[in-house]
């Protein structure tokens, strides 16, 4: 089991980014998938989900910046990110939800510099 996070970078406050995370998991137009964060010193927070239908829920710091979605040809989950925060600043990782400790990899890092 793989999933590996890109499209991470350093963008200023207001830039944007999409980050692409490639799934080799079983069956996975039928998982529900998400897009975690961890920033400096806090705990991995949960910042937007997309069911197995295509449903999408986001956490409210990104709720109007950020849109999730999902390509079950290529095994792929997206986050295209607008508007862009410092605080936004964090190590963005996939996972299915909830979320699985064997499936973390290591994630891609955002840096929003102000």
Same mark, same amino acid.
């Given at each position: 089991v793989q999933l590996q996070a890109s499209g991470g970078g350093l963008v200023h406050t207001g830039g944007s980014l999409r980050l692409s995370c490639a799934a080799s998991i079983n069956r996975f137009r039928f998982q529900h998938m998400g897009w975690y964060r961890q920033?400096?010193? !806090?705990? &991995? +927070? /949960?910042?937007? #989900?997309?069911?197995? /239908?295509?449903? #999408?829920?986001?956490?409210?710091?990104? !709720?109007? &910046?950020? #849109?999730?979605? &999902?390509?079950?040809? +290529?095994?792929?989950?997206y986050l295209q990110m607008n508007s862009l925060k410092p605080e936004d600043t964090a190590v963005y990782y996939c996972n299915v939800v909830p979320s699985r400790g064997d499936y973390w990899g290591s994630g891609t890092l955002v840096t929003v510099s102000s």
């Open positions: 920033a400096p010193g !806090k705990q &991995r +927070e /949960l910042v937007a #989900t997309v069911t197995a /239908l295509g449903s #999408t829920n986001y956490a409210g710091s990104a !709720k109007g &910046r950020f #849109t999730i979605s &999902r390509d079950n040809s +290529e095994n792929t989950v």
